[in-house]
């Protein structure tokens, strides 16, 4: 039996299952319980790897003094930036360091997207991180804001409190599902695609520049 037959067969045969009754329960009994602690050191170890891998700057730091420092070391050149409502007020002032404008965004006085195109960058705060595929997730709560906000402009410094990093994904959806209608974004390095040929483009659907503070 060449290829074609087999699928067309497997297609057949789950029609006729499916006409017969209602599908069987597909499992769920994903795995829940990496090696590591959340937030324990080999998990820190291995997403910050993965960040690295993915060309995202990536600094740890423990004390607040350290990542208000970071945040502005990793904002680097920009001349403005844009900030969520609820971002933590030092911060806030770590993205007015150097002269830069900042620019509070809510959804209640959302900035215009013509305007975020104009921005520089971007900090926000995060609701957690996946170590074993270095992803970061936001969930639009207050210190991270409106999705755009995080899309638009071309450098994203994000803050990732080092508890809130666990080892797998089924772990992570675990905690997403509380609150499943807030709108999410799952990110994994600097925006990026690649074409035919392989080469790769940063930039095309999101930042193309990203810093992390993993903080704590």
């Known amino acids: 039996m060449d290829a074609r037959t087999a699928v067309l067969a497997r297609a057949r045969d789950a029609v006729s299952r499916s006409q017969r009754g209602p599908a069987r329960p597909v499992p769920r009994d994903y795995i829940r319980v990496g090696e590591h602690e ?4 080999p998990v820190v170890a291995d997403m910050v790897s993965k960040l690295e891998d993915y060309d995202a700057l990536v600094r740890t730091e423990a004390t607040d003094t350290g990542v208000v420092q970071a945040v502005d070391e990793l904002l680097g050149e920009a001349r403005s930036v844009v900030v969520p409502a609820g971002l933590p007020q030092t911060y806030k002032e770590a993205a007015a360091r150097r002269g830069r404008s900042v620019h509070v965004d809510s959804r209640e006085a959302p900035v215009a997207t013509l305007d975020l195109d104009a921005i520089d960058a971007v900090v926000t705060c995060s609701r957690l991180g996946i170590s074993i595929s270095g992803t970061i997730v936001l969930d639009g709560e207050p210190d991270q804001g409106r999705r755009a906000i995080s899309l638009v402009p071309d450098r994203h410094v994000c803050v990732l409190e080092r508890e809130t990093i666990v080892p797998t ?3 992570a959806v675990d905690i ?5 209608a807030r709108p ?6 600097p925006s ?3 074409d035919i040929e ?16 993993i903080a704590h």
């Not at 999410?184 to 390095?189: E, K, Q, S």
């Open 192 to 194: 990026a695609t690649a």
């Open 169 to 171: 994904v089924p772990q």
């Open 38 to 41: 959340p937030g324990s050191p």
């Open 198 to 213: 392989l080469v790769r483009v940063q930039g095309v659907h999101g930042p193309r520049n990203l810093g992390v503070v």
């Open 184 to 189: 999410m974004t799952w990110i994994a390095g």
């Open 176 to 180: 997403l599902s509380r609150h499943p």
